[in-house]
């Protein structure tokens, strides 16, 4: 499938984040002239947290695993353009998996995990020519506040990630020159990744592009934080 | 109903004469053609008559210019009338003209595919059916079989109209019936370059298919080259498109696709050879070459078009458009890099056009060789895209040094060969 580059709004040491902001990075590429606003996406990342088990419960069967053993960093993700599909990552053992979407009516019935934080991307698609763009705001679930801003950019005809370095970074030297002349408060960052921890190839998969979302998650709370 | 029929043949073959052999099957519509068949094939007819016309008004236009320019002051006055009076009358001619292309689009005659593909010598290109035969218009074959003919006749048919176009329109291509000897008449007035000419061509003989494929194989290692029958290709471009639309993550499938139960070159099967109507070129991760020879089996390239690896479906063959904007912009250069090729030696063409396909490996590194610079936004094309343009004049110069001295050395390193993007392009063949 066509490489994808996530990238995510980092604003100025100061300046806060607003959807203000949102509107003028779509107003930005709505004026790179031939873009065509698409349609709609959304993308889900969940954060679990491990379900403490009651010990006396268990005390006749075997040993359960305690809430120190079970994994802490296990993400769960939605992808928009593969809706059937659920993605688990474990960050700290490099692991990431692709299942079913009925995998989660099975997390739900087995009761060993729980959602800690519901996170949403979504916003507006546009076609640039080959390039698809898709700019968009990551809120929590039933919240409002803003939590980042991203863009995923899109290259359809290739899709080796080798191969395609070079338009990549080509597009996103455009695209910063693009957006300076704006004069916005910040400078959206794509993280290199080495998709190769992770057991992962040269080919583009909607792993790299889970795997993309999970590191940016990560980007997004040391922002927040800080 | 057979009014109608009366109608269209006589329209028909009142314009015999004047009219292109795309015509050529209309005979057949003396038996009751279905109606709408009819009413398009006349809507046809009067747009061939109104573009003859149109044709004779550029003509007299240019007359009137010419005579407005070196005539005297009284006569002046004549030659701005006649201006006038062929600039409506061309009015009135287009206003016909898109009339009656409105009509055939409603008909379903004329349809989005028909008009996006592009016409880069200014000529209809023929259709190609599903099943590999080349005819001007699918639904005449349609028409053909209505008629009560056979599938021998069909065939037949298509074939016919078929090889009328290409003599009329690619004379300079070989006939199954010449032997090697006779670069005669044909090619004679493509020799620009004259003595010289007749020189190189006994020098290095025509190279067989699988001399040109096994050198190719040698010069680049990166891409990879596989031979097919015409109907086999179709299968396999049928392969691609349902590998394309699952997850493509499976290298093993990749294999069997790549592997030899297409005919693959080097092996011991002669007739293969002899069989041999489409050439895929592969570069992995980066583009699929389709090209395309007539007859099969011989070394007459007579289309070319590119493709993204992962595109699948049947669109993929050598005259048919890929749906990425960078690889349709190659392939419209291809085609006029084609015609020089082919214009220019025809005994080379093929390996020339192999050789200058394969420049394209680095299609998405190589910074253009004017601005310095990869990915560009078209302004007129409101689009992105990399060097889609590389030149092949130099390929020509730099083999026409080496045959001279050893006919078997190998010639200049694709990666000399300059990129340009289409705004940086310096000249415009």
Redesign the interface.
Known sequence: ?PVKWLMHWQPNSGATMSSQILAEVCQCVEG???AAKDGRWRTTLTIYRPVARDPSSTASSAPAPTPGDLPRDFLGLTLHDRPGAYFFILRHHRLILQADANVQSLMDKLQSYKARVVLHFEGFQYQ????QLRVGKCVQSHADTLRGIMMEVEY?????I???R??ME??VD?WQDAVIKKSLPGHFINVELNFADYGL???Y??QHTALQYATCIVQLMATVRS | MMPQAQQTTSAVGALAASQDPLESAGDATAEAPPKQVALAMERLTRAARVIADIRLGADRVLEALFMAADTRDQSSNKAIEFIIKEETSMRQHFQDLRALGRQLEDSGVLNGSLKSRGNSWGLHMPLVCPDGAVVAYAWKRQLAGQAGASAVDRTRLALKAFTDQKRRFFPHLDDEVSSDGEIGTAKKRLNSQGLIMSQREELTEKKSLSDILKDLEHEFPNARIFTYQRLDWLKRASLLSSSAIENSADPLKEQILNHPSNTRFGSVNVAAADQAAVIELLVPSVFRAVVSLHPAGSTNPDAVSFFATDEGGNHIHARGLSVHHVFRHVTEHADKALQYFVCVDNNLSLSLLLRWICSHQTLFSKTCSKCGRLLVMDKSLALLLPPVHRAYQETMSTISSQTESTPATKAVHPDHISAYHIGCSADDC
């Open positions: 499938m790179f002239g031939g640039l020519g080959d390039f359809l005809p290739l899709c080796s080798d191969k395609s070079q338009i080509d597009f455009i190839q040269d080919q998969t909607p």
